[in-house]
């Protein structure tokens, strides 16, 4: 195949600035689907990608478009989520693509990951192409998008698209500037083998499915592969390209394509995002530099509320991490639950994602603990440790000194939410750094702050202050010094695990209290009373009662000496010191999910 007829592009944007329905419409202008049989977000496959609106896996699809030149190209769309949490899979998809659309809400305008895309997008060396899409709503302010991406992004006024994706206005446009002005791919088909793994997905009937981009080379179902990471070999079962939606069998793949392969791989962890894949007789000289290695920024434990159920959820992890490359595990075991998995992420709304997939896609019923972020500590020897669990969390008199991780945090927000905004992030712990003024109506604020404060609850709280007006990006900074202490939560003397955290020492005792009073509402009376206490150590900082359920053990006695009753009482009293003594609490799942709202 002619490289120079290929074009391998990404849509990038904010959430809910337009990116999916953009691609849908793409798609139909160029036949890849039936006009009749359309449907919204046609490349998000997940029901929850649907229900919730949002892309959360990056998608690719190769389409065919002639252009008024008269030349049909080979259009390779990799369709990009927006939501700061799997800003992951918009850099993995960049790296295998030569342009970028940048999508613009019309009435929206430039919020905080319409910058960070750019900025990522511009670290690739991509060429952007700025859109202003929604132009047809009531709400669009299309000569403030248009300040806004010529004075912040640079571009030149000429350069931006007018579109409406739901209207279907300006896509033959975008499609003739990308054949324009994206370059077609570097490399040389004569050169040896090199090809980037930048996804994989697990196919019930075809094993691991890897996505690669041909670098150099062309690879042929002949092609004896080497994965140049794990130095493990395969034969090739399937080769292909994702075309109409669907999987379309071809007899190779040449410089600059991108497509699929199978090489009946059973093991999901024999697969590296990033790796580079050669050909065993004539290997490349050097590999691609691939993917930087992203650390996961919110911890929390993954335990079946079946104990029996641990194999089903090793299997389901290690299939979902074959998609989700940003997402890490290890096993753990908890004093409450049994056995477990320590799981690591890139936010909150990154974990709901997969507990749902979780539960969802594999059919598991799981329990998931309090989040916590990854401290460091340095003991008295002065050796640093990390610390990612409250289990992990040595002796007070152990350590000589603490360290949390801050991030640098950019929020966009209207003019007149500035007071309260701020006041709610210095409440935070924030430390303002700068703020500067994007047109009339809208300023960017940074602030420095720690990650265990905003990982919760502080995205809907900035959107519920700025009337839905607001958006936020962050990026980890560095580690500072705090004081660091371990908040245990007791029921009737014994530690659950669970519901242990780190927190620094100022905000322990009104944590404690708010999570002993909120425990008193969510557990369920049980037959014994339960005594519910936050503790630092040996120190109790609150204390609440669940009283038992009542038995009315005297029904039976009409009449008589009241000594018959007071008898029956006594032994039930007795009854229900033995049962706090022995018996075990039982907490429904939904309280682990609103403790996580405190």
Same mark, same amino acid.
């Given at each position: 195949?002619?490289?120079?007829?290929?074009?391998?592009?990404?849509?990038?944007?904010?959430?809910?600035?337009?990116?999916?329905?953009?691609?849908?419409?793409?798609?139909?202008?160029?036949?890849?689907?039936?006009?009749?049989?359309?449907?919204?977000?046609?490349?998000?496959?997940?029901?929850?990608?649907? !229900?919730?609106?949002?892309?959360?896996?990056?998608?690719?699809?190769?389409?065919?478009?002639?252009?008024?030149?008269?030349?049909?190209?080979?259009?390779?769309?990799?369709?990009?989520?927006?939501?700061?949490?799997?800003?992951?899979?918009?850099?993995?998809?960049?790296?295998?693509?030569?342009?970028?659309?940048?999508?613009?809400?019309?009435?929206?305008?430039?919020?905080?990951?319409?910058?960070?895309?750019?900025?990522?997008?511009?670290?690739?060396?991509?060429?952007?192409?700025?859109?202003?899409?929604?132009?047809?709503?009531?709400?669009?302010?299309?000569?403030?998008?248009?300040?806004?991406?010529?004075?912040?992004?640079?571009?030149?006024?000429?350069?931006?698209?007018?579109?409406?994706?739901?209207?279907?206005?300006?896509?033959? $446009?975008?499609?003739?500037?990308?054949?324009?002005?994206?370059?077609?791919?570097?490399?040389?088909?004569?050169?040896?083998?090199?090809?980037?793994?930048?996804?994989?997905?697990?196919?019930?009937?075809?094993?691991?499915?890897?996505?690669?981009?041909?670098?150099?080379?062309?690879?042929?179902?002949?092609?004896?592969?080497?994965?140049?990471?794990?130095?493990?070999?395969?034969?090739?079962?399937?080769?292909?390209?994702?075309?109409?939606?669907?999987?379309?069998?071809?007899?190779? @793949?040449?410089?600059?394509?991108?497509?699929?392969?199978?090489?009946?791989?059973?093991?999901?962890?024999?697969?590296?995002?990033?790796?580079?894949?050669?050909?065993?007789?004539?290997?490349?000289?050097?590999?691609?530099?691939?993917?930087?290695?992203?650390?996961?920024?919110?911890?929390?434990?993954?335990?079946?509320?079946?104990?029996?159920?641990?194999?089903?959820?090793?299997?389901?992890?290690?299939?979902?991490?074959?998609?989700?490359?940003?997402?890490?595990?290890?096993?753990?075991?908890?004093?409450?639950?049994?056995?477990?998995?320590?799981?690591?992420?890139?936010?909150?709304?990154?974990?709901?994602?997969?507990? $749902?997939?979780?539960?969802?896609?594999?059919?598991?019923?799981?329990?998931?603990?309090?989040?916590?972020?990854?401290?460091?500590?340095?003991?008295?020897?002065?050796?640093?440790?990390?610390?990612?669990?409250?289990?992990?969390?040595?002796?007070?008199?152990?350590?000589?000194?603490?360290? $949390?991780?801050?991030?640098?945090? @950019?929020?966009?927000?209207?003019?007149?939410?500035?007071?309260?905004?701020?006041?709610?992030?210095?409440?935070?712990?924030?430390?303002? !750094?700068?703020?500067?003024?994007?047109?009339?109506?809208?300023?960017?604020?940074?602030?420095?702050?720690?990650?265990? $404060?905003?990982?919760?609850?502080?995205?809907?709280?900035?959107?519920?202050?700025?009337?839905?007006?607001?958006?936020?990006?962050?990026?980890?900074?560095?580690?500072?010094?705090?004081?660091?202490?371990?908040?245990?939560?007791?029921?009737?003397?014994?530690?659950?695990?669970?519901?242990?955290?780190?927190?620094?020492?100022?905000?322990?005792?009104?944590?404690?209290?708010?999570?002993?009073?909120?425990?008193?509402?969510?557990?369920?009376?049980?037959?014994? !009373?339960?005594?519910?206490?936050?503790?630092?150590?040996?120190?109790? @900082?609150?204390?609440?009662?669940?009283?038992?359920?009542?038995?009315?053990?005297?029904?039976?006695?009409?009449?008589?000496?009241?000594?018959?009753?007071?008898?029956?009482?006594?032994?039930?009293?007795?009854?229900?010191?033995?049962?706090?003594?022995?018996?075990?609490?039982?907490?429904?799942?939904?309280?682990?999910?609103?403790?996580?709202?405190?």
């Amino acid at each position: 195949m002619d490289k120079s007829l290929i074009r391998n592009f990404s849509i990038i944007a904010h959430i809910d600035h337009g990116k999916s329905t953009l691609a849908d419409r793409i798609l139909e202008v160029t036949g890849a689907v039936d006009r009749k049989h359309k449907q919204n977000q046609l490349l998000d496959d997940m029901d929850l990608e649907r !229900e919730r609106g949002i892309t959360i896996k990056a998608s690719m699809v190769r389409l065919s478009y002639r252009a008024r030149d008269n030349r049909e190209y080979i259009l390779n769309l990799i369709d990009t989520p927006g939501h700061v949490d799997f800003t992951y899979e918009v850099s993995k998809s960049l790296a295998a693509c030569e342009g970028a659309v940048l999508v613009v809400d019309a009435g929206q305008g430039i919020e905080a990951q319409t910058v960070a895309n750019y900025y990522l997008a511009r670290q690739s060396q991509l060429t952007i192409i700025p859109v202003i899409n929604k132009i047809d709503l009531s709400s669009a302010d299309v000569a403030r998008a248009r300040h806004q991406i010529v004075n912040i992004l640079g571009f030149k006024d000429e350069e931006i698209i007018l579109a409406s994706a739901k209207e279907g206005i300006g896509i033959e $446009e975008i499609l003739e500037r990308i054949v324009e002005c994206i370059p077609c791919p570097s490399g040389e088909a004569t050169n040896p083998l090199k090809a980037l793994v930048f996804d994989c997905r697990f196919d019930t009937f075809k094993g691991v499915v890897v996505f690669v981009r041909v670098v150099d080379g062309r690879i042929s179902l002949k092609t004896q592969l080497k994965m140049m990471h794990s130095g493990k070999t395969y034969k090739i079962e399937e080769l292909g390209v994702f075309k109409n939606l669907k999987y379309a069998e071809a007899d190779s @793949l040449s410089c600059g394509e991108v497509g699929y392969l199978t090489a009946n791989i059973r093991d999901a962890r024999e697969i590296v995002i990033g790796d580079t894949i050669a050909d065993l007789k004539n290997p490349c000289s050097a590999v691609l530099p691939g993917y930087r290695t992203i650390k996961p920024l919110v911890f929390c434990g993954i335990y079946p509320v079946n104990a029996g159920d641990f194999p089903d959820l090793r299997d389901a992890i290690d299939k979902l991490k074959l998609s989700d490359a940003s997402f890490v595990f290890e096993p753990e075991n908890s004093q409450s639950f049994g056995s477990g998995f320590r799981c690591g992420f890139l936010g909150l709304l990154h974990m709901e994602i997969v507990q $749902e997939r979780l539960e969802r896609e594999y059919g598991l019923n799981l329990i998931l603990t309090v989040p916590n972020v990854v401290y460091r500590l340095k003991d008295k020897d002065g050796q640093l440790l990390e610390v990612d669990t409250p289990a992990k969390f040595p002796q007070p008199q152990q350590i000589q000194e603490a360290f $949390e991780p801050y991030v640098n945090l @950019l929020m966009i927000i209207p003019i007149d939410s500035i007071d309260p905004v701020c006041e709610f992030t210095k409440s935070r712990r924030g430390v303002f !750094e700068s703020s500067d003024y994007l047109g009339e109506d809208r300023v960017k604020i940074v602030f420095d702050i720690p990650l265990s $404060e905003i990982i919760v609850d502080f995205y809907d709280r900035i959107k519920s202050l700025t009337k839905g007006y607001g958006s936020i990006d962050y990026e980890f900074k560095d580690y500072f010094p705090t004081k660091l202490i371990k908040l245990d939560i007791m029921l009737n003397g014994v530690i659950c695990d669970a519901f242990s955290f780190l927190i620094t020492k100022e905000k322990a005792i009104a944590k404690g209290r708010a999570m002993v009073t909120k425990l008193k509402e969510l557990i369920p009376r049980q037959l014994f !009373e339960v005594v519910i206490q936050a503790a630092i150590g040996s120190q109790i @900082l609150a204390s609440e009662k669940v009283r038992s359920v009542g038995k009315h053990v005297t029904a039976k006695c009409y009449g008589g000496d009241i000594t018959r009753k007071r008898k029956l009482w006594e032994e039930q009293k007795k009854g229900k010191k033995r049962m706090k003594q022995f018996g075990r609490v039982e907490i429904p799942q939904e309280v682990f999910l609103e403790v996580l709202k405190i």
